[in-house]
């Protein structure tokens, strides 16, 4: 099979991958094979291959592909990246998602997406509705991430919110947000990005830094950047809630004297619903086309790895399939 | 008047303090004096004599008095230490302990309760219970920040949690958490404290290392340390709860990765409610007599700063009006 693997450091094009057998750990549920059609490079992907965790193998969590069996065989699925055991204390509480034995796409225990051919467990798939797009279901992964938010906090219509980020993630939870009637102001570099999206986000420039800015009850940090931490905090109002999407790779200094004494609640965030992202893909409601920013074969993956590492670059996408 | 001053990394007793005037700044609400009795010395006064926040002044906000004029006019009296304005949006908000304009009693623009007098708004008192004990009262104000974890987060009869930290105030966690139902770890260096605690506290030996302890869905940190907040994290279960009451003085490493992997939610925690700390006090529900280790005259204030800072004490009296 034709993929990409990560080795060393580096992003190499294969031709003679083994199909991807069961995962590394964990009791194997009932599991289905995926044709990939296509897949997007995330912020993680690019992690791992600076050696994030230690990975070595097929990364990819980001596609869209046909169940070549199962109780979805021939369709269009995307799929939860997160394959749990389903029988510990910790799934039976209804946090899979959270099972310690768990394997995760392209990411820890299992064969990634940017490949032909990927598996994971029936109940991990979801179908694609007939009016999403494949390069639009690409996003139903990091959208469900966003779609974490509302699951962990309460977003009351007309509160103000603001998203610091104005990249893949960001974008998304902005619109996310937006969908729930907050009133969101987005920060980052890049003004331009916010006149394609939905009413109710607002582009307000880079994020405020220090004591500049008014404090807002709801915080989202989604820069990817674990030092923005502390001018995050800074912007969160007393008694208010910063969520928190960054997932660095190294400590970092950080003085939460403010959390204490303004008793702000940080939230960690990441993966999230598929049924609430592939909706609001297939009605529309969240744009995703802006964010797509170039595309690579597979074979050109380590091209399409240093696009997706360039600054200004929103989504990469991989055609697995090209049909 | 006679009283503790704290000036340049010193205590210095002193007898000719001027009757304490109205805030350095704020809305002046309708204020009262307050003839203090007894008041207790906390961390954070060990640490405003070192030097924090840069503090000058009379230090002080565990108390018991009698008020001099005002409602509660000649009955004793216990005192919420944030004094708000009253007008601004925070406090309009209902959060007026986070008003920003805000004044705190002996930490902040505001002489504090180490005195033989002291003002405070009317509203910001309490009378104490028949009942409660002088000695006893002086812990209302610390027990009320251990009622303000109840007031954030939801706890659950029969859950487990844990508390880190078995000195003052994680004693009184603890006890509040047992009120709850919650079946409570206290973990610290002194499994003896535990003996004088109601049922449904169990000390649980020291704060474990690293993944070595069972993973709660609540953990309190109460340790003064802001070093053990790592280590903390790593006891929190996946989607669980870690309530911080340790006030840094700088910043410290720390990595987030599993704040947000594990979608933790981290809960600062500062003042509480009066009413239910009484309550307890009252009803005898909260044991506060094994944590009084001392017990000085107001003259010999830096010696009683001198216990209070000594490893292993509780709680330190400052006997103010010896009646």
């Known amino acids: 099979l034709r993929g990409l693997l990560i080795r060393g450091g580096r992003v190499l094009y294969a031709e003679d991958l ?7 750990s964990g009791a194997p549920a009932e599991e289905c094979r995926v044709r990939v059609l296509r897949a997007g490079i995330c912020a993680t992907d690019l992690a791992l ?3 994030y965790m230690g990975f070595a193998g097929v990364p990819g969590h980001e596609f869209v592909g046909v169940a070549l069996d199962g109780p979805l065989a021939g369709r ?26 768990r394997t995760v ?17 029936a109940g991990n798939l979801h179908a694609v509705p007939d009016e999403v797009p494949t390069d ?19 977003l009351v219509p007309g509160q103000p919110a603001r998203v610091l ?40 420039g880079p994020i405020p830094a220090g004591d500049a800015g008014e404090r807002s009850p709801l915080v989202v940090e989604a820069t990817g950047d674990p030092q923005v931490l502390q001018q995050a905090l800074a912007l969160v109002a007393p008694r208010g809630t910063l969520v928190l999407k960054t997932t660095s790779e190294r400590a970092s200094a950080l003085d939460l004297a403010p959390l204490v004494v303004d008793e702000i609640t940080l939230v960690g965030s990441r993966c999230g619903p598929f049924e609430p992202a592939l909706a609001a893909l ?19 993956g380590a091209a ?5 590492a360039r600054p200004g670059t929103l989504k990469v996408l991989l055609d697995i399939d090209p049909a």
Do not use: K
């Not at 399409?304 to 997706?308: D, I, N, T």
């Open 18 to 24: 083994p199909a991807p057998g069961p995962p590394d």
């Open 49 to 51: 291959a600076r050696g």
């Open 76 to 101: 269009r699925v995307v799929g939860e990246i997160n394959a749990a055991c389903g029988a510990c204390p910790t799934c039976r509480a209804g946090l899979a998602r959270h099972c310690p034995h």
């Open 105 to 121: 796409l392209g990411i820890l225990g299992r064969s990634g997406a940017f490949a032909e051919e990927l598996r994971l467990p």
């Open 136 to 154: 639009h279901a690409v996003f139903a992964e990091p959208l469900a991430a966003a779609f974490e938010i509302p699951a962990q906090v309460e």
């Open 165 to 204: 980020g104005d990249g893949r993630l960001g974008l998304l939870c902005a619109q996310v947000l937006a969908l729930f009637g907050v009133e969101v102001a987005l920060h980052g570099r890049h003004p331009e990005r916010a006149e394609h999206l939905p009413a109710g986000v607002v582009h307000a």
């Open 282 to 300: 297939a009605a529309g409601s969240v744009t995703v086309e802006p964010l797509l920013h170039a595309r690579f074969p597979l074979r050109e």
């Open 304 to 308: 399409a790895f240093a696009r997706a």
